[in-house]
């Protein structure tokens, strides 16, 4: 297995010299461990002689996605406490008789549920956390479940309450308890941060209220709405926490302990559950851009992203604050899309 480091470190500085993040922290290997890695770039342009480090705590963003909600759903799954195609409403007293009714678990996890595209919790039902579950669990779809892959934060939100509901613990403990603390991801936490841990954390988007770029508190405004805490996004994690997933996703002997959710929840999450329908997708998971299933990736809207191959027996991970910058998609997925080339070639 050889990497083209040279290529890799290119791409990435160029991404600097471009303004496309202030910093990136990568990692490419396999079960037994990192193969290369690197750092470019500083932490915070306003700090120019802080260099981006290894250890630097990025915003996950959507990668919360992963790191709690799919990992506690898997958890449940393989408890045999939830059936991925049990419809919500037989089991799930908050939304018997409700939109969501006759949904699945499995529809939700393939953004195939037909939930409206758009969280807009605040507008729609105000800034009361009670209010905003009840608005979200008994909203109206966008379309009939089934018909259609369209993501939606939506989706997560759901399936972080749902798990609440099906353990009777919060999100938070669920997944510090099932998945962060036995595989010994020491620095994934939900924010707000510490002070003390904030201070190694990379900045993200300007905080108009404040003219100060957040840190070490989520940039997702839902997030911040549900105090730091929600499925869509709210984690913070580093480079050596997502290699130990990734790690134990390829080969659960590499971890010090057994996560809740094992190679079953894996396998089966990395596999078309979409049928014909287009874009595939697996289970919150789905194909690299023109990998056709070969890679799987997930990615996080402040600049964070990893992917893995089990067919390749291989993962990469690229982090990066690009939102201190901009909003702009493109820039960065050019980059992705070629780390991941580099990466898996």
């Avoid at 369209?150 to 669920?174: C, F, K, N, P």
């Avoid at 990379?202 to 957040?214: G, S, V």
Wanted: charged share 20%; aromatic share 8%; hydrophobic share 40%.
């Amino acid at each position: 297995m050889t990497y083209d480091i040279d290529r890799i470190e290119a791409l990435l500085d160029e991404g600097v010299r471009d303004k496309v993040y202030p910093g990136a922290v990568w990692a490419v290997g396999d079960a037994a461990g990192i193969r290369a890695q690197g750092t470019t770039g500083v932490l915070d342009p306003d700090e120019p002689d802080v260099p981006m480090r290894a250890d630097t705590v990025f915003d996950a963003a959507s990668l919360t996605k992963i790191l709690a909600v799919w990992s506690c759903i898997g958890a449940l799954w393989e408890d045999g406490a939830l059936d991925l195609d049990q419809p919500l409403g037989t089991f799930w007293p908050e939304v018997s008789g409700q939109p969501l009714d006759a949904v699945t678990t499995r529809q939700l996890l393939t953004h195939t549920a037909g939930l409206p595209l758009r969280a807009q919790l605040k507008n729609l039902y105000g800034t009361n956390k009670e209010d905003i579950r009840r608005g979200v669990l008994h909203e109206q779809l966008h379309r009939p479940p089934g018909e259609a892959v369209e993501y939606t934060d939506r989706a997560a939100l759901i399936l972080g309450y749902l798990a609440e509901h099906v353990a009777g613990h919060s999100l938070e403990q669920l997944a510090t308890e099932r998945t962060w603390q036995p595989l010994g991801m020491d620095s994934t936490r939900f924010g707000p941060l510490p002070d003390v841990v904030a201070a190694r954390c990379a900045p993200t988007e300007l905080d108009q209220e404040t003219d100060t770029h957040l840190k070490g508190i989520a940039h997702d405004f839902s997030a911040r709405l549900l105090g730091g805490v929600c499925g869509i996004a709210g984690a913070f994690t580093t480079l050596d926490d997502l290699v130990v997933l990734l790690r134990y996703m390829l080969d659960a002997a590499t971890a010090p302990g057994r996560a809740g959710f094992g190679p079953a929840w894996t396998g089966a999450s990395l596999t078309i559950q979409t049928g014909a329908l287009q874009p595939a997708r697996g289970l919150f998971w789905h194909p690299a851009p023109g990998t056709d299933a070969d890679i799987w990736v997930h990615y996080g809207f402040t600049g964070t992203g990893m992917w893995i191959s089990p067919r390749q027996q291989r993962w990469a991970v690229l982090l990066t604050n690009k939102l201190y910058y901009t909003r702009d998609r493109q820039p960065l997925t050019d980059i992705r899309n070629a780390f991941r080339g580099l990466a898996f070639s």
